[in-house]
């Protein structure tokens, strides 16, 4: 059973060494899993002397109206040897063997919260004594309940007190130590009134009843303490604390114990009752029956941390990897992010992810279309091929074929393609755009750090847009090579017509008749649909070979380069993770070891058994 209190004490020292103090908290809390007790009562009901007794020593503040002002969550750890000694969760690294000076620097911290006013805080203030004379326990001592606000104190502070309490020991781990005075009348005890309130059924109060010797004379709290008055599930436990006069003499709890225990086996009303009375007995009462909580609740304990790992480690692999403190480590940290956006945008262009279909839908569906809208049929009218040979022919008309004009027809549908040319070109570049911010967004990292997300943007675009212009230029070539050279065999299979075409003695209004046009029309759209189906294929290869391939292969190749230039303040610049991402990071962390830490202080428990 030892090893359960050690286990306890082991999750609550860390708990409250890595911030968890069961606040209210966006995170998830162990704290408010483990059991405590927490100690209620009114003003000057004698809370504060009843842990003091179980303690042992004298370091709680003393004084007149409300004294303790903040929650004091008390962690008792037993210790073989060696000299009692406390430590401050807010001091950490120093340690208090004087209890005067720690009753002064509750004093002091309670001060620094709330100011030196007569006002309250739920902030709780964390001490843990360690000694050979204490049995381990986790106690939390609350503001005392009070009816009516003194002078200073806000209208709304009797409420704010019972709020105060009333979140605490509503908690169903939370074991409330209900503490009366024995010479007022139990109906009126503030504690009893909010215990019952938050554990109708009594079946985590225990009742302590105080002051048991300053009753009137002819009066004993016998039907109290023998749970006839009030019952709860557990007994009640009757105190009696050092009256003013041995505060002021400086008794020694020691003493004060012994006294104790002689007034209880030597009264004649409690004799009987001895041996379940007393603070030694409550402590070890107390002590006893949260190693029976404990023990009944690792299963769910365990439940809870295991859980609790998984849901953490989640979210800090969704928050990714903190920043590294030197330049290389940022370079490093920078470039691997940077090929987890590259490997995602060649998915897309590989198939593994959606996008890369829609620019075979380019070549497919808006080249052809945008082809076909040239019409070159009409283009070719009887009219303006006239119009052209006519020109082309100038001052001297031609003698066999008209092949100036043949060459400036051709000439003049061919280079039509090239806005079908420049637009396919620009389909893929956008479609290569989209890419880039659909790889963006589905990188996590990129998510992490704001600027280094622009930057890799606008490297990339700045990138594609250089693919885009060679790619236009190379397409480009292509149509304006087709106008620069015509395919002379297409022509040398043609049938010459020396009669219409090349009789130099006919009449120039005869040589330029419908017929005969319409047959230079014919045979000048059959070249360029044989053109325009051999640009159909070699366009897509050019915008491929120009823009995706070159995307796949080098999209990055000039940030790389850059980078590499960078000092550490611009690296740092560009990973300039939002400082809220980085708390929350380092809170996830401490939490994760805190649950890693009880998962194995657990473990070993369980396995010793």
């Known amino acids: 059973m030892e090893n359960l209190i050690t286990l306890v004490n082991n ?48 370091f709680l503040p003393r004084g007149a109206g409300i004294v303790t ?25 120093k340690r208090f063997t004087d209890f005067a000076a720690v009753r002064q620097e509750i004093s002091d911290e309670t001060d620094r919260e709330t100011g030196r006013s ?32 003194i002078e200073g104190q806000s209208e709304t502070i009797v409420q704010d007190i019972e709020n105060m309490v009333r979140s605490f020991i509503e908690k169903p781990n939370c074991i409330i130590l209900a503490i009366s005075p024995a010479n007022q009348d139990l109906a009126t005890s503030d504690a009893i009134k909010i215990a019952r309130e938050v554990d109708p059924k009594g079946d985590r109060t225990f009742g302590v009843l ?16 023998e749970g006839k008055s009030y019952k709860l599930q557990f ?63 690792i299963p769910g304990l365990q439940s809870l941390i295991n859980k609790t790992i998984i849901e953490l480690e989640g979210e800090l692999t969704k928050l990714g990897k903190p920043i590294a403190a030197d330049a290389g480590g940022k370079l490093y940290t920078t470039m691997e992010i940077c090929r987890a956006f590259d490997q995602n945008f060649k998915e897309h262009l590989d198939g593994v992810r959606a996008g890369g279909e829609k620019i075979y839908g380019v070549f497919d569906n808006q080249l052809p279309a945008a082809l076909k809208r040239l019409q070159f049929d009409k283009h070719l009218s009887i009219e303006n091929v006239r119009k052209l040979i006519t020109e ?102 043609l049938p010459q017509d020396v009669e219409k075409g090349g009789n130099p003695t006919h009449s120039l209004f005869d040589r330029y008749n419908d017929s ?45 380069t850059e980078l590499g230039k960078k000092e550490s303040k611009q690296l740092s610049k560009m990973l300039d993770e939002d400082p809220a991402v980085q708390q929350r990071r380092a809170n996830l962390a401490k939490r994760l070891e805190l649950y890693r830490s009880a998962q194995h202080e657990i473990d070993a428990v369980a396995w010793s058994k």
Not at 75 to 92: C, N, S, T, V
Not at 210 to 225: E, F, P, Q
């Open 235 to 297: 007994p009640w436990v009757g105190v009696v604390n050092r009256s003013q006069a041995d505060i002021n003499k400086s008794v020694d709890m020691i003493a004060a114990r012994r006294r104790e225990r002689e007034y209880f086996q030597s009264s004649p009303e409690y004799s009987h009752l001895a041996h379940r009375m007393g603070s030694e007995h409550l402590g070890k009462m107390l002590s006893k029956h949260l190693e029976t909580v404990i023990k009944s609740r």
């Open 516 to 560: 005969y046009l319409r047959r230079v029309g014919s045979t000048v759209l059959q070249y360029v649909n044989m053109t325009c189906a051999s640009l159909r294929n070699s366009i897509p290869k050019s915008t491929v070979y120009c823009q995706v391939r070159e995307a796949k292969r080098s999209l990055l190749d000039f940030f790389f």
């Open 210 to 225: 105080t002051k048991i010797d300053l009753m009137d004379k002819g009066t004993n709290a016998v039907d109290i303490l």
């Open 69 to 93: 002002r903040r929650p004091l969550v008390l962690q008792l750890h037993r210790i073989d040897d060696g000299k009692e000694y406390a430590e401050f969760m807010h001091l950490p690294k």
């Open 392 to 493: 082309a022919d100038g001052y001297q008309p031609h003698l066999i074929a008209p092949e100036q004009g043949y060459r400036r027809l051709i000439e003049s549908c061919l280079v039509t393609i090239r806005g079908p040319a420049e637009a396919a070109v620009d389909g893929v570049h956008a479609i290569l755009k989209g890419i880039v911010q659909k790889a963006i967004a589905e990188t996590t990292e990129l998510k992490q750090y704001p600027t280094l997300r622009v930057e890799v943007g606008n490297a990339a675009f700045e990138s594609l847009e250089r693919m885009r212009e060679e790619s236009k230029r190379a397409t480009l070539q292509l149509v304006d090579m087709e106008c620069g050279y015509l395919t002379v065999e297409f022509f040398r299979k």
């Open 11 to 58: 999750i609550q020292r860390a708990c409250t060494a890595l911030g968890d103090h069961g606040e209210e908290s966006a995170l998830p809390t162990l704290w408010d899993s483990l059991p405590a007790i927490a100690v209620v009562g009114g003003q000057s009901s004698g809370k504060s002397s009843v842990l003091e007794s179980v303690v042992g020593k004298d």
């Open 118 to 149: 007569k006002q309250i805080s739920s902030v709780p203030i964390h001490l843990s004594i360690f000694s050979p004379n204490v049995v381990n326990l986790t106690l939390i001592d609350l503001p005392g309940l009070t009816k009516v606000a």
